[in-house]
């Protein structure tokens, strides 16, 4: 089983949808959890961290369930400007990032 | 601000070449890192480093050296460039602890021929 993963999409939707997107993780003593952006050919950035609460930025919002061992990242009012693929980011017992291979959005008009 | 600058942005070498990638930051991070990112896989670490001085092996350090003698500096040397090495590299910082958010170069796309 991969430490990290994803639905690879793509998710195609149209503008003003709502979207979620699951990631599970392996490792039941992960503390620290983060979804990344990453445009076409572009770096990877850090869209949010992701708290035991939940936590909400905007149209996004994030949540993580511990007894299942899933984050999730639901995006709300979607627009063309939010295609992209999101990185699903665990850290491991040593401290290191893991990354998903990502979930493909295309937002369409 | 300049952040976390890679250069080169691309490079074509050839089998048995040797190239070093080079990667600064302006944010005064102690943590650096090097990765891959392959079609199909996630980001894959190669090497990183705590802080000047101290380096260790990430998940895929085969064929790659590391140094940090300062704590602006992370150069990644390709020793003899394989085919298998083709791939994008990001370099990343973070504050103290890789388990921080990771603030990520623009990469540097490497073919090998």
């Known amino acids: 089983r991969k430490e990290v993963e994803q639905d690879p999409g793509p998710f195609n939707v149209p503008e003003g949808a709502t979207v979620a997107f699951n990631c599970t993780y392996s490792?039941?003593?992960?503390?620290?959890f983060f979804w990344y952006r990453q445009d076409c050919r572009k770096e990877p950035k850090l869209l949010m961290s992701?708290?035991?609460s939940g936590n909400e930025d905007g149209r996004f919002t994030a949540q993580l369930n511990r007894a299942s061992q899933y984050i999730s990242l639901l995006i709300r009012d979607s627009k063309l400007s939010d295609s992209a693929t999101y990185l699903c980011?665990?850290?491991?017992?040593?401290?290191?990032?893991?990354f998903g291979t990502g979930t493909r959005l295309q937002v369409f008009p | 601000n300049a952040g976390v600058t890679q250069t080169p942005k691309f490079q074509v070498l050839k089998t048995g070449q040797s190239m070093t990638l080079q990667c600064a930051q302006d944010?005064?991070?102690?943590?650096m890192s090097w990765y891959r990112q392959d079609p199909g896989m996630g980001l894959r670490l190669i090497h990183y480093?705590?802080?000047?001085?101290?380096?260790d092996q990430g998940e895929v350090p085969n064929g790659y050296n590391v140094s940090r003698s300062t704590t602006e500096d992370f150069p990644l040397r390709l020793l003899s460039a394989a085919p298998s090495q083709t791939s994008v590299y990001f370099c990343?910082?973070?504050?103290?602890?890789?388990?921080?958010?990771?603030?990520f170069g623009d990469g540097t796309r490497l073919s090998i021929l």
């Open positions: 990343a910082s973070s504050y103290k602890r890789q388990g921080q958010p990771q603030h």
């Open positions: 490792n039941s003593a992960s503390q620290s």
């Open positions: 992701v708290y035991s």
């Open positions: 980011v665990v850290n491991t017992l040593t401290d290191k990032l893991i």
């Open positions: 944010m005064n991070h102690e943590y």
């Open positions: 480093s705590v802080g000047a001085g101290i380096t």
